[in-house]
């Protein structure tokens, strides 16, 4: 089993991002690592990985569509076009 979310992330608001995703895992209860260029998300689901989003950049997170966590990083990804813009594609 395998299941992996692949993005493109251009985030030009990077305070307002890092405001924004900071209220929102908290409301959701999971953990999170600012750091000076990504936020690295860490979900309370087994079997699916941190998810880092860079303010500029690619990258890939294994969900192996373990819910909820599969369908909220859909929906954190999303949100980063309020922020910027953001391209994905799943395998």
């Known amino acids: ?3 992996t979310i692949y993005y493109r992330v ?3 608001d990077w305070e307002g991002f890092r405001k924004f995703i900071a ?3 908290e409301g959701l209860g999971f953990r999170i690592i600012m750091e000076n260029e990504s936020v ?3 979900p309370e689901c087994s079997g699916t990985e941190p998810l880092e989003i860079m303010r500029n950049g690619e990258g890939f997170v294994k969900t192996n569509l373990v819910e909820p966590c599969h369908s909220i990083f859909l929906l954190i990804l ?3 076009s309020s922020f910027g813009s953001v391209e994905m ?3």
């Open 10 to 12: 251009e985030i030009l």
């Open 78 to 80: 999303h949100s980063v």
């Open 89 to 91: 594609w799943e395998d």
């Open 1 to 3: 089993m395998g299941h």
């Open 40 to 42: 690295l998300i860490l």
């Open 23 to 25: 209220r929102t895992c």
